[in-house]
C-alpha cells in the first residue's frame, strides 16, 4: 500500500484519481484568477511587472502542494510553506493588505475545492467517505499555508519593502500629475530614495488581457504605474547612452509607447503623447512589435489627433497618386518609393538600398510619379508636406 491520504485506494487507483486532478488544474487556475481579479481589482494592477503572473502561479502552486500531500501525507512541507511566505512578502510589496490577502485565499480555494471535489467524484471507487477526508485534509493544508502567507505579510523586511514602494507610487503619480508642484516632487522623491533628473519620459503600457504577462526586466530606477487603470512608467535620462535600447529590450512582449524626453514637470505632456501612440498601435496604424518610439513618428502623430485634418492634407497632396488608376498595390508601391525618396533626398541608389529593390526599379517609378506630380515633386517648399501625407497615407490606407 502507498502512504497516501487516501489508504483504502489501490495504486493504481489513485494514480487514476490524481491523473483526473491534474488534468483539471489549467482551468481551475483560470477561473479562480478571473474570479479574484474580478472581485478584488488590486491584483490586477500590481506595480512590479516582474509579479504579473504571480496570482497564477499562486493558485497553481497550492493546489499541485496538495497533490504531493495527497500523495504521501509525511511529504516534506517546507518548500511549500516557504514559497507561501515569499507570496506574503510579495503582497506586502504590492501594498496588498493581509484581509485583501485572505479574501483572495478564500476565493481561490472555492473554487479549487470546487472543481477538484467534482474531478474526483469522476473516479468510480471515490466515494463520499473518501471526499470527507479528502476534504478534512484540505482544510488542515490550506490552514497551514494560510499561516505561512500570513507571517510572509509580518516580516519587517518585506513590509519596509512595501513601504518604499508605496512611496515611489505616490512619487509616479505626483509626476504624471497635469501641474506638479516642483517642491513636492522634490520631497517625495527624497522619500522614495530617487534621484530627480534633468530630463525624463513616460512610457504608456497595454497591459496584456490574460496571464501570465511577459517578463519585464527594468533598470531599479525606472518607476512603474501598474496599478493605475492606464499602466505607465517613468524613465529618468531617457536619452542617455543605451537608455532607449534598455527599455526595449526590457518590454519584450509588451505593447507600448515611449514618450518623448521632457522636463520633469512636462510629464503629463510626454504621457499624453505615448498613449496616444498607443492607441494607433491598437488601430493597426502604427507598428505594435515592438516598443514604438513616439520621436520617430511626430508627423503621423501630429496628423492623426485631427481625423479630418489628416485627410484633408492627404487629398490635397497626393491626389495625383491615389487617383492614377485602379491598382491598389501599384499606388502603395510608388507611395512607399516617394516617401523614401524624399528622405534620401531623391538619391536612387539610396532609395534602391532602403526598398531592397534594384536601382532601375527606382528610377522607372520615379518616373512615373515625375508624370503625376510634375515640377511640384522637388519642390523644397512641399516636401514637408508630402512626407506627412504620405507617411499618414501609407499607415492608414487598406493593404494592397
Known sequence: MHNGLIGELSETDMAEVLELLRGEVPETVREAVSDIEAQLPQYARLQDPAHADFLARTVERSITGFFEILVDRDAPVDGILAFFREVGAIETAENLSEEVSQAAFRLGAAVSIRRLTEAAERHPRVTVHIIGQVAAAVLDYLNRIAAAVSEGHTDAGARATGDLRARRARLLDALIAPEPRPGLLKELADEAGWALPQTIAAVALRRPNRAPWPAAALPQEVLTGLHLDEPCLVVPDPEGPG?????????????????PA?????????LRLARQALGLAAQGVLPAGRPIAVTDHLPLLILMRDRYLMEVTVKRALAPLIEAGDRPGHVRRLAETFLVALECDFNA?????????????VRYRMRQLEALFGDDLHDPSRRLEFHMALRAWIATAPPA
Open 243 to 259: 537608455r532607449r535600447r534598455q527599455i526595449e529590450s526590457g518590454l519584450r512582449g509588451w505593447t507600448a509607447a515611449i514618450g
Open 262 to 270: 521632457v522636463e520633469i514637470t512636462g510629464l503629463a505632456r510626454s
Open 349 to 361: 541608389t539610396a532609395v534602391a538600398t532602403g526598398l531592397s529593390v534594384h536601382a532601375q526599379t
